[in-house]
């Protein structure tokens, strides 16, 4: 089983950053391909980021991309989301997720196995 804790949300200007963090409680994090979303008031849950077992391949949503950066640190068991400027669009609750499939497909939600609780992030106008 594993358990994912995200952390770093809160409360951020227009045009602002703030980096998330999910630590995996598995000793073998490495094994599993990582992913963000993201839920925002009244709206179905969206594909933000994802990240292979390696951290060599990266891939975001259009609306994120040149913006978000993920990453993660194998030997610290956690995966980051570094997001710089935000925009009130960016305001949602963020999850991080891990899948244990073979063959998977990296922006489905339906493909990721385990989710953490999830994290509120508010970007003001």
């Known amino acids: 089983q594993v358990q994912l804790v995200e952390s770093g949300g809160g409360l951020v200007q227009a045009g602002g950053s703030l980096r998330l963090s999910c630590a995996a409680s598995?000793?073998?994090?490495?094994?599993?391909?990582m992913a963000w979303f993201r839920q925002a008031p009244g709206k179905e849950r969206e594909f933000v980021a994802h990240i292979t077992w390696s951290g060599v391949s990266t891939d975001y949503a259009d609306s994120v991309k040149g913006r978000f950066t993920i990453s993660r640190d194998n030997a610290k068991t956690t995966v980051y989301l570094q997001m710089n400027s935000l925009k009130p669009e960016d305001t949602a609750v963020y999850y991080c997720?891990?899948?244990?499939?073979?063959?998977?497909?990296?922006?489905?939600?339906?493909?990721?196995?385990?989710w953490g609780q999830g994290t509120q992030v508010t970007v003001s106008s």
């Open positions: 997720a891990a899948t244990s499939r073979a063959g998977y497909s990296p922006r489905i939600m339906g493909q990721y196995d385990y």
């Open positions: 598995v000793r073998t994090f490495s094994l599993y391909p």
